[in-house]
């Protein structure tokens, strides 16, 4: 077998590849975005105004006819530390849940009871959904 690969000795090489070191402040830079989000998403949001369910079934059957993203605020779990929105697009609703697609593909599904406020939004970005 013959081999065609042309090794290049070390001391000849036009530029010091260091290996992973090239790639240290990319996966630094990623990392304190991941943080700053996860800061972010921790922190307790103001309470919006309660819904009644008629007007969150009205909300809910509109953003599915019209594929509008739907921002939905729960109730709390405890004391009254509101998470951040839950923000996607209703692909269905069965037996009190309603089903979510969020913008970066994942599903999510909601029981209904669990709502407090939704509201249709706009993507920040013209390819998302």
Not at 21 to 45: I, K, R, T, V, Y
Not at 98 to 122: E, K, N, P, Y
Request: proline share 3%; with cysteine; aromatic share 10%.
């Amino acid at each position: 077998m013959i081999q065609m690969a042309y090794v290049v000795p070390r001391e000849l090489w036009l530029y010091d590849d260091r290996g992973m070191m090239n790639w240290m402040g990319w996966l630094l830079s990623d990392h304190s975005a991941f943080m700053e989000q996860a800061a972010h998403n921790d922190q307790p949001q103001q309470a919006l105004s309660a819904m009644t369910d008629a007007a969150i079934d009205g909300t809910l059957k509109q953003a599915f006819e019209k594929r509008q993203l739907v921002a939905i605020q729960l109730n709390p779990m405890w004391d009254t530390a509101y998470l951040p929105e839950v923000i996607g697009l209703v692909v269905g609703c069965d037996d009190g849940k309603v089903f979510l697609q969020a913008q970066d593909g994942g599903m999510q599904t909601l029981s209904v009871t669990d709502i407090r406020h939704v509201r249709t939004t706009q993507s920040k970005h013209w390819w998302a959904a």
